[in-house]
């Protein structure tokens, strides 16, 4: 079975700096997806990026990027220029590829506060 | 696209009455999931389907819990009776589009569940 783990209950940084959450998993694939996702107060639950293990460079949607390792089983996310927008509880989530596979494992999760 | 749709976004009922949940999936879109999330949980997969069929419902707490997909554009969660242990916010999320053979889940806003 796979595990995903996010050792960082909570961070605060101050807005406009950068942060970086982090994420290890744990998996015997060699074929996967990795996703971070965000929930602001609202509950809403947002996708903000995905990363598909074969591929070697890194995702990057605007502010955020990730740095995977595979090697490593490292996925943490980066955001830049943090924006009071950004304050929220960050999933990060594992998918293996194939039929029958589609499930979701996620992390418990990390609480971001941007300080203004 | 609208986004996957819940309804009713908050719902407060009294302990032994039934509870309701509906989702409509995006379009195109072959898989629906129901997930439930607590503090104490976290995320947790109820049920999933496949093209309105059941995958797995290995998630599905105890006998309380019924869902159903009739059509690919409607899903519903059904707690009958309801137990104030029950209370937590229901995600409807749906993935898959066979256009694009992209796997990734996309969350409802979610349902709001309090029971008294």
């Known amino acids: 079975a796979q595990t995903v783990t996010q050792s960082q209950p909570e961070m605060s940084v101050q807005e406009a700096e950068t942060v970086t959450l982090s994420c290890t998993y744990d998996?015997?694939?060699?074929?996967?997806?990795l996703f971070w996702y965000k929930q602001p107060p609202s509950r809403q639950m947002i996708l903000v990026i995905r990363?598909?293990?074969?591929?070697?460079q890194n995702a990057t949607e605007n502010r955020f990027s990730v740095n995977f390792q595979k090697a490593a089983k490292s996925f943490s996310l980066k955001i830049s220029d943090s924006q009071l927008g950004d304050t929220a509880m960050y999933f990060c989530?594992?998918?293996?590829?194939?039929?029958?596979?589609?499930?979701?494992?996620f992390g418990t999760g990390t609480r971001l506060t941007i300080i203004p | 696209d609208a986004g996957v749709i819940q309804s009713p976004r908050h719902e407060v009922t009294e302990m032994g009455q039934e509870v309701t949940l509906r989702c409509k999936p995006i379009s195109g879109h072959d898989y629906l999931f129901w997930y439930r999330q607590t503090m104490m949980r976290g995320l947790e997969l109820l049920i999933y389907?496949?093209?309105?069929?059941?995958?797995?419902d290995s998630g599905m707490p105890e006998d309380r819990f019924s869902a159903k997909m009739p059509n690919a554009s409607f899903s519903t969660l059904k707690i009958q009776p309801s137990e104030p242990r029950d209370s937590a916010v229901y995600f409807c999320?749906?993935?898959?589009?066979?256009?694009?053979?992209?796997?990734?889940?996309?969350f409802g806003p979610g349902t709001r569940l309090l029971v008294l």
């Open positions: 998996t015997s694939e060699s074929n996967y997806y």
């Open positions: 990363q598909e293990a074969y591929k070697q």
């Open positions: 999320a749906s993935s898959y589009d066979r256009a694009t053979l992209q796997e990734t889940q996309y």
């Open positions: 989530a594992f998918m293996k590829l194939g039929f029958g596979n589609e499930k979701l494992t």
């Open positions: 389907f496949n093209n309105n069929v059941p995958i797995d």
